[in-house]
Structure formats: C-alpha cells, structure tokens
T-cell receptor, first 116, second 113 residues
Framework: EAQVTQNPRYLITVTGKKLTVTCSQN?????MSWYRQDPGLGLRQIYY???????DKGDVPEGYKVSRKEKRNFPLILESPSPNQTSLYFC???????????????FGPGTRLTVL | DAKTTQPNSMESNEEEPVHLPCNHS???????IHWYRQLPSQGPEYVIH???SNVNNRMASLAIAEDRKSSTLILHRATLRDAAVYYC??????????????FGQGTELSVKP
C-alpha cells in the first residue's frame, strides 16, 4: 500500500531534549516536505527536499533541521525543543518537483508533539 | 501568491449533494486549482485539481467558472465520512521549488444523518 509513515505519532518531551521525528515514504517520490499545523494558523511549511541531499527552508524553519540521505526518508530534527514548537506535524511527499498540475501530495498521519 | 477565500463552515444532509465554493479573483493564467480535505485526526488528502475545464474523479467534481475567478467542489452524495475541512489551494505551474501548498482556513463541512 502506498503510504507516508511517521513516528512517533505522539510525543511529550521537555525543553532542550533533542528529538527526531521520522518520515518514510514507499512511493519513490522525489519531493518530501514537513508542515506544522497550529490552531488559527493553518498548515505552514517548515522544510522541503527536492531530492537526496537537496533540502531548503520553508516558511517557518527556525528551530528545526532536516536531512535527506536516502530517497525514502526525511527526518525532522529538533535540536533543542521549546514550548512554542508544540504542534501537530505532517510529513508529505509527491512525485516530481514542479507545481501546477503535478502537485498531488501524500500526507502522513501526523505527529502530535508537546514540549513542556 | 494568489489567495483563495472560502466560507468558514457549511452544513449538509447525508446523501444530498454539497457545493463548496472558493473565490480566487487574483488567479493567474498559470495557476492550477487544487482541493484537499482533512478528515478529523488525519493528514490532508488530495481530492481533485483542474485548470480551466470541469473535472470529475471518483471522489468529487470540480466546476471552474469561465473567468476562473471562482470554483466549486461538488460532492454528489455526501456521506458522514465526508465531514472534514476542505481546502482550496492554487498551485502555479511555474513553481520550480517543489510546489509548496499554501493552506488557508478552509471550509469545515459537517454532514447530518
């Protein structure tokens, strides 16, 4: 089954304790992306990757890191989490790297992160 | 980026058609119109997209105004499972940075049995 998986689904942590949220897709997609969703602010892009070893900042990259060493995986790293990073996080992937017609994106189930 | 405007919420009865409107008066000629929906406690999922002509797929139909300044997502027979937030998003085919989706607030659709 074609899917995007994220782990963990739920995480409660404390300020400053490094964490990684994993994202994996089995569709051989070139493009992967991370979004966060907050009440009243909608979904906002954090980082994206056009292919292996190619990553770039989205709209809200502060406090986050990513890496793309393999095509299927795109982990989101919080080196020193803070309470303002409490949010619902979604990973997405799609075939190709263009906008327009080729923009059917597949989203993971989400990771709810709470930073105390 | 061209903006879209949608009603905050709509209500429908089960097994009746639903028409979800979206205004995009500043749309450019290279913008595609995409619809996504987000079911409760799930990630967004793609519904349909189009450029100028009306489009149909197994999930829904998309009706695009002749001047492209508005569009309507049509669910032909709403089911309880269609209760979700529906997002209308423009995606420029000139975008060579992957195609970031800009989500607005969307329309929260509730379906009554």
């Amino acid at each position: 089954e074609a899917q995007v998986t994220q782990n963990p689904r739920y995480l409660i942590t404390v300020t400053g304790k490094k964490l990684t949220v994993t994202c994996s897709q089995n569709m051989n997609h070139e493009y992967m992306s991370w979004y966060r969703q907050d009440p009243g602010l909608g979904l906002r892009q954090i980082y994206y990757s056009m292919n292996v070893e190619v990553t770039d900042k989205g709209d809200v990259p502060e406090g986050y890191k990513v890496s793309r060493k393999e095509k299927r995986n795109f982990p989101l790293i919080l080196e020193s989490p803070s309470p303002n990073q409490t949010s619902l996080y979604f990973c997405a992937s799609k075939r190709g790297t263009a906008g327009g017609a080729y923009n059917e994106q597949f989203f993971g189930p989400g990771t709810r992160l709470t930073v105390l | 980026d061209a903006k879209t405007t949608q009603p905050n919420s709509m209500e429908s009865n089960e097994e009746e058609p639903v028409h979800l409107p979206c205004n995009h008066s500043t749309i450019s000629g290279t913008d595609y119109i995409h619809w996504y929906r987000q079911l409760p406690s799930q990630g967004p999922e793609y519904v349909i997209h189009g450029l100028t002509s009306n489009v149909n797929n197994r999930m829904a139909s998309l009706a695009i105004a002749e001047d492209r300044k508005s569009s309507t997502l049509i669910l032909h027979r709403a089911t309880l499972r269609d209760a979700a937030v529906y997002y209308c998003i423009l995606s420029d085919r000139r975008d060579n940075q992957g195609g970031k989706l800009i989500f607005g607030q969307g329309t929260e659709l509730s379906v009554k049995p």
